[in-house]
C-alpha cells in the first residue's frame, strides 16, 4: 500500500488524520519528535521519531519509507505563547517547515498538505474570511504560518511541488470511537479546558475577556470537527493524485459560537454545570474569525458530518471520559 509520512502524527490532528488514512487504505508513516505529541496516539501505522531541525533525520526517513506525499501537521500553535517567544516559533514553525520541504523537493516528492491556520487572516470584524480575504496576523503563530505559505508557493515556481493548503478555524471534538483524542500539556483549547473544569480536574473555566464587541461580550470562533478536518485532507491528497494544480481551502462551517454559547452547549451535553471565573482578554486573540468554507465543498466534495456543537462536545467528552495518553 502506499505511504504517506504525517509530520506531527502523534499530535491531536495528526493522530485522527493518519486513523483516516489508515480507513481510507494508506500506510500512514508518523514523523514527530513528541514534544506536543504522544507515542500512544501512533496506532494506525509506522513511528518514526525525529524532528523537523534535524534535515539528515527527514532525508533518512522518507528514503526507507519512499512517501507518495507528506502531510505537515507539526507546529507550534499557541497564540500567547507566540507572542511572548516570537523567534521560537519563527526558528521551530519556519525552518522546521522549510527542512521537511526541501527533503520533499530532493526525494522528488511533489504531493504536499500544509496545515495552516485561519490565524493568517489576524483580526477582521465582522467579515466571513473566504481564501481571497487579506491576510494580516496579528500574532507570530499566524505570521509563521503564512511565510510557510509563501515558502510553498516559491517552491512550487522553481521545482514544480504542487501542494494544498488547509487553513483551519477552530478545530474540536474527538475520533467517535475514542481510539485517539485532543490532549495536550498544558492544555490551551476551550473545550477540553470545559470539561476538565466539570470533571473537577481544574477549579474553572477561565473566560478570557467579557468585553468584546459581540452579543454576550466573549469572542466568536468557528468551530469544525477534527473528524470533519482529517476528511478533508484525504480529499486533498486525492486532488493531488488526480493531478490538480496547487491550492488553498478554509475549513470551518461558517457559523460562529461565542464562548459562552460553547460553556451552554456544554451543559446541555454533559447535564453539569461548568465553573467559570472571568478574565481579561490575552494578547493575540482577536474578537471574531468565521470561515468562508463554500470552496472546499464545491471543489473538494467536502462535506462536514460532525462539525456541531452538540457533536464535537459530545464526541470531546467520550474521549474525556476514557483516559489520556500515558505521561
Known amino acids: 500500500?502506499?505511504?504517506?509520512?504525517?509530520?506531527?502524527?502523534?499530535?491531536?490532528i495528526g493522530s485522527h488524520a493518519c486513523k483516516t488514512l489508515a480507513k481510507a487504505g494508506y500506510v500512514p508513516v508518523t514523523f514527530d519528535n513528541l514534544s506536543t505529541g504522544w507515542e500512544d496516539a501512533v496506532k494506525f501505522g509506522p513511528f518514526e521519531k525525529g524532528d523537523l531541525l534535524d534535515r539528515a533525520r527527514i532525508d533518512a526517513v522518507l528514503a526507507k519509507h519512499k512517501p507518495i506525499a507528506i502531510m505537515h501537521f507539526a507546529a507550534l500553535s499557541q497564540v500567547g505563547e507566540s507572542m511572548e517567544n516570537p523567534g521560537l516559533y519563527w526558528h521551530t514553525n519556519v525552518q522546521g517547515s522549510l527542512n521537511?520541504?526541501?527533503?520533499?523537493?530532493?526525494a522528488?516528492?511533489?504531493?504536499?498538505?500544509?496545515?495552516?491556520?485561519?490565524?493568517?487572516?489576524?483580526?477582521?470584524?465582522?467579515?466571513?474570511?473566504?481564501?481571497?480575504?487579506?491576510?494580516?496576523p496579528i500574532n507570530a503563530y499566524g505570521a509563521s504560518k503564512r511565510a510557510v505559505e509563501d515558502i510553498l508557493r516559491d517552491f512550487e515556481r522553481r521545482y514544480g511541488l504542487r501542494h494544498v493548503i488547509f487553513r483551519y478555524f477552530n478545530v474540536a471534538g474527538a475520533d467517535p470511537d475514542a481510539e485517539v483524542g485532543e490532549f495536550h500539556q498544558p492544555e490551551t483549547h476551550l473545550i477540553p479546558l470545559m470539561l476538565d473544569a466539570i470533571d473537577g480536574k481544574r477549579d474553572a473555566l477561565t473566560i478570557y475577556g467579557t468585553d468584546y464587541p459581540t452579543p454576550d461580550g466573549t469572542c466568536i470562533r468557528d468551530y469544525v470537527h477534527v473528524c470533519d478536518l482529517v476528511d478533508a485532507h484525504v480529499l486533498g491528497l486525492k486532488w493531488l493524485l488526480d493531478g490538480r494544480d496547487s491550492d488553498v481551502f478554509n475549513l470551518g462551517t461558517g457559523d460562529g459560537f461565542s464562548v459562552r454559547a460553547v460553556v451552554e452547549q456544554s451543559r446541555a451535553v454533559t447535564n453539569r454545570a461548568v465553573p467559570i471565573v472571568e478574565g481579561a482578554r490575552r494578547a493575540g486573540d482577536c474578537t471574531q474569525l468565521v470561515s468562508g468554507?463554500?470552496?472546499?465543498?464545491?471543489?473538494l466534495g467536502w462535506t462536514p458530518k460532525r462539525s456541531n456543537l452538540k457533536a464535537m462536545i459530545g464526541d470531546a467528552w467520550r474521549w474525556h471520559q476514557t483516559g489520556h495518553y500515558s505521561k
Not at 521537511?100 to 530532493?106: G, K, M, P, S, T
Request: charged share 20%; aromatic share 8%; hydrophobic share 40%.
Open 100 to 106: 521537511l520541504i526541501e527533503a520533499a523537493v530532493a
Open 1 to 12: 500500500m502506499d505511504r504517506v509520512l504525517v509530520a506531527g502524527g502523534a499530535g491531536y
Open 108 to 136: 522528488d516528492i511533489d504531493r504536499f498538505i500544509f496545515s495552516s491556520t485561519c490565524a493568517t487572516y489576524g483580526d477582521q470584524d465582522n467579515v466571513v474570511l473566504n481564501e481571497q480575504s487579506v491576510q494580516r
Open 293 to 299: 468554507s463554500s470552496k472546499a465543498q464545491s471543489e
